[in-house]
């Protein structure tokens, strides 16, 4: 498994969509800015595409999966928490 841990940027449209006849329910997928610079897709599936979906964050904090180059499952967000 390729698992890393990111802050993104996002910096395009969040497009949602449902899947039929997959594992998965629905799916998000957008554009996002490292803190690097580098430009990378992001996908979330169900529950997190759902949550992502409703917030329309700006930033997050994220656990994911390298599925392809320069393409990130989801599988964790950290909300930030406090006055920080």
């Known amino acids: 498994m390729n698992e890393c841990y990111l802050i993104i940027q996002i910096i395009s449209e969040i497009n949602f969509k449902f899947i039929i006849n997959q594992k998965q329910k629905s799916i998000v997928i957008f554009k996002a800015k490292l803190l690097n610079d580098s430009e990378v897709t992001i996908v ?39 006055n920080h």
């Open 44 to 82: 979330a599936y169900d529950e997190l595409a759902d949550y992502i979906y409703k917030n329309q964050p700006k930033n997050m904090c994220i656990r994911g999966e390298i599925i392809s180059e320069m393409k990130v499952a989801i599988k964790e967000i950290y909300k930030k928490t406090g």
